[in-house]
Nanobody, 130 residues
Framework: QVQLVESGGGLVQPGGSLRLSCVAS????????IGWFRQAPGKEREGVSC????????YYQDFVKGRFTISRDRAKNTVYLQMNSLNPEDTAVYYC???????????????????????WGQGTQVTVSS
């Protein structure tokens, strides 16, 4: 049974940092891509970043480049999202999700956040406020 469980959210002041974790079970991370998405109140869900489970290739949306870092620990089947220099606009529920790399990868992760994601975690709340 495929399961994704996020953790690490919370309340942080502007300029602060958080590290989100996504623990995956029921599948081998090597064959998939993990994406981080977020949804703020009253807004549509948007992609943030993704990482290839096997090769560690990454993609970031422009609005998080230089502030967020995605990584994975293959031994732990876990993906992380290190978030620095947080601002109130980053407030949202953050979700990790799973996409089939073998079906969609064609040499680049540039479009990974538009791939179909078949499994989703329950989300973790990130609130940036003073």
């Amino acid at each position: 049974q495929v399961q994704l469980v996020e953790s690490g959210g919370g309340l942080v002041q502007p300029g602060g940092s958080l590290r989100l974790s996504c623990v995956a079970s029921g599948f081998n991370l090597d064959y998939y891509v993990i994406g981080w998405f977020r949804q703020a109140p009253g807004k549509e869900r948007e992609g943030v970043s993704c990482i290839g489970g096997f090769d560690g290739g990454t993609y970031y949306q422009d609005f998080v480049k230089g502030r967020f870092t995605i990584s994975r620990d293959r031994a732990k089947n876990t993906v992380y999202l290190q978030m620095n220099s947080l601002n109130p606009e980053d407030t949202a529920v953050y979700y990790c999700a799973l996409a089939d790399r073998q079906r969609f990868y064609s040499g680049s992760y540039n479009h990974c956040l538009g791939w179909p994601y078949d499994y989703w975690g329950q989300g973790t709340q990130v609130t940036v406020s003073s």
